[in-house]
């Protein structure tokens, strides 16, 4: 930017082009000094005031070799001369097309007399090139030239001399005069198709010299009869002649099938060189026809309106985007010089709108898993936030071990760091691409592997002390007879968690003790946890779906669903399952392996407990009991959860608890039953308000909350057009429609039974939890031990030897079987709970998916 003030008054030139897009632009010029090559230069606008200031600015201009280029002054002079501009444009490329055309058809025109025009050339060139050779004698005007030729030959060379100079109507006669001379004459041999190839093998070894015997003619006898003394067979000198025979035979159709040759060899090099040239621009022309086509795709859609000359058509698009929609529009008018601006009118309508969320590369492929389910209806609440926790978490319960997370991480974070590179690729093999759709949630998968593997304490199956077990081998089970050695063997080794020697009572900072690797009791131990992890995993999972419902709910403004659907269900939930959970924790809490009187003897079983529960059966009174738990320390004992009786006073709180579940999750079964049919056959007040907040569902919110005419039509320039009236609401409002208390009867009924019965087998799904967990670790070891630590085991020097082979087919092992089969299997279990067991907890996915008018989206799906 350059300001100065002189007497004439100020000037300001500015540096650059218009913006578009908010990137720089120059223009793209040829000038003759650089011999055609494309030169980046700059465009300056410059303003001034003054004739004065008008020639400093011309001869600074004038010294940097700057082209000038007149401006209108208005606007409308501005936009014409543009159009002038770009008519003269498209005028050239108009004729460059027409020209390139025409080129084609000569070309194409020439390519069928290439063969003789070949030939032609081949014959002018030949006699060019010797004529070149003749010297010239001014005097007498004509060339002279000395060469050899045969002494039999001389009446035909003087006929043809004749000829030539009749047909050339030349009054000159050429002269033919024999010279003697004394240079040495060339060797001449008049041969045939016979005996040239016999003369060929005689002037390979060198050319006779002129006037020596020429041995060719007694070679045609003594070479083959040589040749036959050493291949002495008549059949395979019989099947030599055939062969050749047959040659001979077809020689005319052989040297003209190689002239043919040559023509379509000369022809398949033009049409190479010509398709190699299309290559270069098949990708442009590939895109621009897309898009071409694309844009007429739509415009066929719009509606032509006769009477105002111009094109209508409606459509969905985002809010947000509302003003970069006007700014394209805008954008689009001033290129294409219009007079006329394009209108965007916001519309009021009764349709459902579709479903639009607005994703990046990480949440797109969570949204993917969605939307495979169902789009969710506008307005309603996508789950797509929390499946990003939720989904890969719940995988690693069931793939948990830290190795196998590691490597599946790693994986996906080679993916994503070469994204680019595997993306410029383009992938032909579908396997590959779904693993490359996938990069981030196997890379969350993996990560979340690697933490729930560090709660198992499962590494490849094998597990680590960091912290230090809280478990030891005392020094009296090693020392015997004063030497240290084991009194038994290691499988008869007991802990005794009463004795410090053995157990330090301490409890190890992170995950499971790595003591469990040992134990004979591994797997009940870690059943037993994961097991009632996975319930209490399940339970608040879909208590936190009906939860979500809730949102749905208000957001719909359905105030009877809240009262007649979520509330009971929540109920429901915990007085059955949300009790067992609680039961869990009361059970890790207060039972342990020290005899202090809540040892793991008197430990009760959860499942008879809960069976008990329901068939309100209870201890009997009168025998003391295993133990007791007093509820916040007051006298009466309020759990009593053993297999034991239980005194008079013991129980009674726990007892009365139970059962005021048990009927209030009896209850809720005609409360999610009765309520909202009962109440929507007797009660007008909310049965209008009830279809009101159905309709307002199903219109999903299309309409928008403000319809004052500022936000009602925007539009450019201050113009504004009215539409037909097309998706607005009659006059007097809608009509209220019938409702049917039958169908809102069987369909409360359905959804009752469907949650009721719901609500215990998807618990019971989630025991899938614990058993792929289970199958996995199990694998894994069976892989450790049947396979890697064969090789462990071997010592002296062959053992690194056979660990290589063993290793390589415990790598390959793992990653076939653990990591891919094992891994797709949790993966659509994982996918099982959260569409079923999750999802039917809220979520419909009754939508359609909004499809923007995206160029790169048209081009990779064309391009798939």
């Not at 060719?216 to 040749?227: D, G, K, S």
């Not at 779904?434 to 993996?446: E, N």
């Not at 133990?627 to 004992?637: C, F, P």
């Not at 709970?833 to 923007?852: C, D, I, M, P, T």
Request: charged content about 15%; proline content about 4%; glycine content about 6%.
């Amino acid at each position: 930017m350059l300001y100065n003030k002189t007497g004439d008054g100020h000037h300001l030139v500015n540096y650059g082009v218009p913006q578009d897009h908010h990137q720089s632009h120059y223009a793209v010029v040829t000038t003759p000094e650089y011999k055609g090559d494309q030169v980046n230069k700059s465009v300056f606008i410059i303003f001034f005031q003054g004739d004065q200031l008008k020639s400093r600015v011309k001869k600074i201009c004038e010294g940097f070799r700057a082209t000038l280029y007149p401006c209108p002054e208005t606007p409308a002079e501005r936009r014409e001369m543009a159009i002038g501009v770009m008519t003269r444009i498209e005028d050239l490329n108009t004729v460059l097309g027409q020209t390139q055309d025409h080129r084609h058809r000569v070309l194409v025109a020439a390519a069928k007399n290439i063969k003789n025009w070949f030939v032609k050339v081949k014959k002018i060139k030949a006699i060019y090139h010797t004529l070149n050779m003749f010297n010239l004698d001014v005097t007498q005007k004509c060339l002279i030239a000395e060469c050899w030729c045969p002494v039999a030959e001389l009446d035909k060379i003087q006929l043809a001399l004749r000829r030539g100079t009749d047909r050339s109507g030349s009054s000159v006669p050429s002269i033919l005069n024999r010279m003697t001379t004394k240079e040495a004459p060339p060797t001449y041999h008049k041969t045939n198709k016979f005996t040239g190839a016999f003369q060929s093998i005689i002037d390979a070894y060198g050319v006779n010299t002129y006037g020596e015997m020429n041995p060719t003619p007694y070679t045609i006898i003594t070479f083959p009869f040589l040749f036959s003394l050493m291949f002495g067979d008549a059949g395979h000198g019989f099947v030599m002649f055939l062969f050749a025979l047959v040659l001979v035979i077809k020689e005319k159709q052989i040297m003209a099938s190689k002239l043919d040759d040559e023509v379509l060899g000369q022809t398949q090099d033009h049409r190479h060189r010509v398709l190699v040239a299309a290559a270069k621009n098949i990708k442009n022309w590939f895109v621009k026809v897309k898009k071409i086509k694309a844009i007429y795709h739509t415009l066929n859609m719009f509606n032509l309106d006769v009477t105002q000359k111009c094109l209508i058509a409606e459509c969905w698009c985002p809010v947000a985007e509302l003003d970069k929609i006007q700014l394209a529009l805008r954008r689009g008018t001033d290129r294409s010089g219009s007079s006329v601006p394009s209108i965007l009118n916001r519309m009021t309508t009764k349709e459902a709108p579709p479903t639009y969320h607005k994703t990046n590369k990480f949440t797109g492929a969570f949204q993917s898993i969605i939307d495979a389910y169902g789009v969710n209806t506008y307005g309603e609440m996508n789950p797509t936030p929390y499946t990003i926790i939720t989904f890969p978490f719940l995988f690693s319960l069931m793939f948990g071990d830290a190795g196998h997370g590691f490597v599946m991480f790693l994986f996906a974070l080679v993916l994503v760091i070469k994204e680019k590179q595997i993306m410029a690729s383009k992938l032909d093999d579908e396997i590959a691409n779904t693993f490359f759709g996938g990069r981030y949630i196997i890379m969350m998968m993996g990560l979340f592997s690697c933490y729930s593997g560090m709660i198992y304490n499962d590494i490849f199956s094998r597990s680590t002390n960091i912290f230090g077990s809280s478990w030891t081998v005392p020094e009296s089970e090693f020392v015997v007879n004063g030497t240290r050695s084991l009194k038994h063997f290691p499988s008869q080794l007991q802990g005794d968690p009463n004795m410090t020697a053995y157990f330090t009572r301490g409890v190890y900072p992170f995950g499971i003790d790595p003591v469990w690797q040992l134990a004979e009791n591994k797997i009940t131990y870690t059943n037993s946890f994961k097991m009632k992890l996975s319930i209490i995993m399940g339970v608040f999972q879909m208590m936190f779906g009906v939860w979500l419902g809730l949102f749905n709910h208000m957001h719909f403004k359905n105030k009877l669903s809240i009262f007649c659907e979520f509330i009971p269900q929540v109920l429901f939930l915990l007085c059955m399952f949300g009790y067992l959970v609680l039961l869990v924790f009361v059970k890790w809490f207060v039972f342990n392996a020290i005899d202090n009187g809540m040892n793991t003897n008197c430990a009760p079983s959860l499942l008879i407990g809960l069976i008990n529960m329901f068939l309100f059966t209870y201890p009997k009174r009168g025998q003391a009991a295993c133990s007791t738990i007093t509820w916040y320390g007051g006298a009466a004992s309020f759990f009593v959860i053993n297999n034991g009786d239980v005194t008079q006073e013991e129980g009674q709180g726990q007892q009365v608890f139970q059962i005021i579940l048990v009927l209030l999750a009896l209850l809720c079964v005609p409360w999610m039953l009765l309520t909202k049919p009962l109440l929507l056959k007797f009660s007008p007040s909310i049965r209008a308000s009830y279809m009101a907040s159905k309709k307002h569902g199903e219109q999903a919110e299309s309409a928008p909350a403000d319809t004052t005419s500022e936000q009602e039509i925007i539009h450019h320039d201050a113009v504004q057009v009215s539409t037909s009236g097309a998706g607005l609401p009659a006059p007097g409002g809608a009509k209220e429609e019938d409702f049917d208390f039958a169908e809102v009867f069987i369909h409360t009924a359905i959804h009752t039974i469907e949650y009721c019965l719901g609500t215990i087998s998807h618990t019971a799904s989630y025991l899938r939890l614990w058993a792929l967990s289970l199958a996995h670790a199990q694998l894994s070891e069976v892989l450790w031990d049947m396979v890697l630590q064969i090789g462990l085991r071997q010592g002296r020097y062959y053992g690194g030897v056979i660990l290589v082979p063993i290793f390589a087919a415990w790598v390959v092992l793992t990653i076939a079987i653990l990591l891919l089969m094992e891994g797709l299997s949790a993966f659509l279990h994982t996918l099982r709970l959260h569409w079923v067991e999750f999802q039917s907890k809220f979520y419909k996915g009754e939508g359609y998916a909004f499809h923007a008018f995206d160029f790169q989206q048209i081009i990779e799906t064309a391009e798939e």
